[in-house]
């Protein structure tokens, strides 16, 4: 099994913690690869357009943006971390976001995050901790993932772990090893079920394409849909 961690921070405070407990129960039989951002994916991107318009490879960042979609692409699962900092998900972690902009399913997804899972974790002061969660939410859900969990806190107390009262600390815990070991008992041998409302953006972006292609042929997102054979009868759910 195969796990990929994008961590929001280089810190190591809460959420560092909370993901800790959340992995210790794949240490023994998960190969965990992780990021931590923004030392990873340093750089904004800055709106070129040549991952949409020729080549992702061609993007400036692609040394650190190839090597992140790779780790994604292999991993059975995908683990999400960050802080809420006004009330969203770091800065940091809207840079890797947006450097993923083409793999967004009016573009070109990869077919293979459409079986992927996924887990969000983010902790907040007192608020902003599910709007935090939705940015990533947003992206995953966009790359054509389905089943993604959210896990997040609100500490109500203090942000260094060990003053948050022992009582709060043992509910976070329990929480989530809870989600771990649902997660830790899926046959991932088997892709996760692609939900409904996946299928309809889909199918909506599928007839846009249709539209473009027959205005530009060398449009380059229509190019990636018909060779994916997403234009007639595959699927990447199938």
Request: positive net charge; glycine residues 6%; hydrophobic residues 35%.
């Given at each position: ?105 009016p ?8 079986g ?13 901790g ?74 909506a ?34």
């Open positions: 099994m195969k796990i990929t961690v994008i961590n929001g921070t280089e810190k190591h405070g809460v959420t560092y913690q909370l993901k800790e407990i959340f992995l210790e129960g794949f240490r023994d039989k998960a190969e965990i690869t992780e990021f931590y951002l923004p030392k990873d994916c340093p750089n904004f991107c800055v709106g070129c357009t040549t991952c949409f318009r020729t080549d992702d490879h061609k993007c400036k960042d692609a040394e650190y943006v190839q090597k992140i979609e790779k780790a994604l692409l292999e991993a059975d699962l995908l683990v999400f971390t960050s802080p809420a900092y006004v009330f969203h998900a770091t800065g940091a972690m809207k840079v890797m976001l947006d450097h993923f902009g083409y793999r967004w399913m573009h070109r997804p990869a077919g293979e995050m459409f992927k899972r996924a887990v969000i974790i983010t902790q907040c002061l007192g608020a902003g599910k709007s935090t969660a939705k940015d990533i939410k947003d992206s995953l859900s966009w790359w054509g993932v389905s089943e993604i969990h959210v896990c997040t806190f609100r500490l109500m107390s203090d942000i260094i772990w060990n003053r948050i009262p022992e009582k709060k600390r043992q509910v976070m815990t329990k929480s989530l090893k809870t989600m771990a070991a649902k997660m830790r008992g899926i046959d991932y041998t088997k892709p996760a079920h692609t939900k409904l409302v996946t299928k309809m953006k889909f199918y972006v599928r007839m846009m394409q249709t539209g473009l292609g027959k205005q530009n042929p060398e449009y380059t997102d229509f190019k990636y849909w018909k060779a994916k054979g997403w234009l007639d009868n595959t699927r990447p759910w199938k």
